[in-house]
């Protein structure tokens, strides 16, 4: 299976006997390929530094060797493993291996204390590649990290031999200065883009330094991975347990306030986890996150998700609840454990991550990363004609002809990039109001396709609930993608005699 996305089923989480902040105790769980016999191996690594430099990356300032972290991810299984470094470098632990193809094959990278991506781990360099995968058979001591805060890369030494070998299906595509193109730009810059992304199989299907659980752009075409309708199901891996996971943000504006909204403070940020058994999960919480989420306090309940235990009130400080998801019912009466977020401030950006621990009522622990691929900076931009009238407000609505139909063109909405997002699917979605604001009649959506701007509402769509007394009409301008996230301008338009 195909595992694009971004966040990724941790089926164990690896026992450091050298940390204390991390090993608080060992997790573990079933997945489909559970049938499988593993074997585990021990490792022992070091990190170091090639230069005397800051190791310091984004916004932070020098860190320590401690502030940063390891992870490798099993090829076969799909399985995540992550650690700490200690004070000196070190680190120790456990991952598991097995005889089927792939199953010993490993991807990694050196992450940050804000969870950014430093470097990728590299096993070999020969004619300007940068090999990125190894092969497994054995107990690994003594492996050496050198983290060049140049090239950003960390370079594996010692012991690579009949227990560690370097495998060049997996690479790394570099530029100029030998920098992986995906560094600054989480995979979704124009330099980390192809034509001729590599197998599907691969834990970096794009080569661009970027295992795809924290990648935006898995395959380099240019378009997130958002675009995909079965990410949220493809990102839990082989998990038995979660069905569905997914971090998006939605930022939608009443027409009125489309000249001075702000990111800050009107994205909505969701975290959402669907189990395939809710009575087998007894809590959900972000366990690690990209500092940018820690200004985060909750915000009202969406539409149609209904609360199945306390859900705080708005503003809420997201860090007193110890970053709780909460247990409830979405549109389609499933249950989830979800929570709604404002940002309160314009700095979180593509590629920042969460680890989500998930408790089980059997006691047992699960991890899943999760990553956000993108941000709207902008919704939709309206760009019709408006001639008859009116405001676009719920209390001064634009006014158009009593008959015919309605001609709708807008632009699409940018990215944290200031591009244009590309593989969105546009609809005209439709709210029938009475003159006491009560909605009539049920929802219409007027479908427009993938990156189409203009469209059309027939004059029998508009004139539907006319006989229920309907007043007016709120209208959507809707970008959405199947992975949850969705902009819209929502305008507000009736018919002159109404």
């Not at 209904?306 to 979405?330: D, H, R, V």
């Not at 990553?371 to 006014?399: E, M, R």
């Amino acid at each position: 299976m195909f595992m694009p996305k971004k966040l990724i089923h941790l089926s164990i989480l690896t026992c450091l006997l050298a940390l204390l902040t991390l090993s608080t105790g060992c997790g573990s769980s079933s997945s489909s390929s559970s049938s499988i016999s593993y074997t585990s191996r021990s490792i022992s690594m070091s990190l170091s530094s090639a230069s005397t430099s800051s190791l310091s990356t984004s916004s932070l300032q020098t860190q320590a060797l401690s502030d940063y972290s390891w992870v490798l991810q099993n090829k076969g299984s799909l399985r995540v493993y992550f650690g700490d470094f200690a004070s000196d470098g070190s680190t120790s632990g456990t991952i598991e291996t097995a005889s089927n193809s792939g199953y010993n094959n490993f991807s990694g990278a050196i992450l940050d204390a804000d969870l950014n991506v430093v470097a990728p781990i590299v096993f070999s360099t020969s004619g300007g590649i940068q090999t990125t995968g190894a092969d497994l058979n054995g107990d690994i001591s003594n492996l050496t990290l050198t983290l060049n805060t140049s090239t950003h890369t960390a370079t594996a030494t010692g012991s690579i031999d009949t227990d560690l070998s370097s495998d060049s299906t997996s690479y790394t595509r570099v530029d100029s200065s030998s920098i992986p193109v995906s560094y600054g730009n989480a995979g979704k810059g124009s330099a980390a883009r192809t034509s001729s992304p590599g197998s599907s199989s691969l834990l970096d299907s794009d080569h661009d330094g970027l295992i795809n659980i924290f990648d935006t752009d898995n395959d380099g075409n240019g378009k997130v991975d958002n675009a995909d309708a079965t990410a949220g199901a493809e990102n839990t891996g082989f998990s038995s347990t979660i069905a569905s996971a997914i971090l998006f943000d939605n930022l939608k504006i009443d027409y009125t306030n489309s000249a001075n909204y702000t990111v800050t403070n009107d994205t909505v940020l969701t975290v959402e986890f669907t189990p395939y058994d809710a009575s087998k999960i007894s809590s959900i919480i972000i366990y690690r996150r990209n500092s940018h989420y820690n200004d985060c306090t909750t915000t009202i309940n969406a539409t149609g998700f209904t609360a199945l235990e306390t859900y705080p009130a708005i503003g809420t400080t997201w860090t007193s609840t110890g970053y709780k998801l909460y247990k409830m019912t979405n549109l389609s009466g499933s249950t989830v454990w979800t929570v709604f977020l404002t940002p309160n401030n314009n700095s979180f950006t593509a590629g920042d991550k969460m680890l989500a621990k998930v408790t089980l009522t059997s006691g047992g622990v699960e991890y899943y990363w999760l990553n956000l691929n993108f941000k709207y900076q902008t919704i939709v931009a309206d760009t019709t004609t408006w001639n008859h009238g009116g405001a676009g407000s719920q209390s001064n609505p634009y006014l158009i002809l009593d008959t015919g139909g309605r001609v709708f063109s807008w632009t699409a909405p940018k990215d944290e990039t200031g591009a244009d997002l590309t593989g969105v699917v546009y609809s005209l979605e439709l709210f029938y109001y009475n003159s006491a604001g009560t909605q009539v009649g049920s929802r219409q959506t007027v479908a427009v396709g993938t990156d189409i701007y203009t469209s059309s509402i027939p004059e029998a769509t508009i004139d539907l609930f006319n006989s229920s007394s309907a007043k007016y009409i709120q209208c959507d301008l809707t970008a959405s993608y199947p992975y949850g996230d969705n902009s819209a301008n929502k305008i507000y338009f009736k018919r002159s005699s109404w």
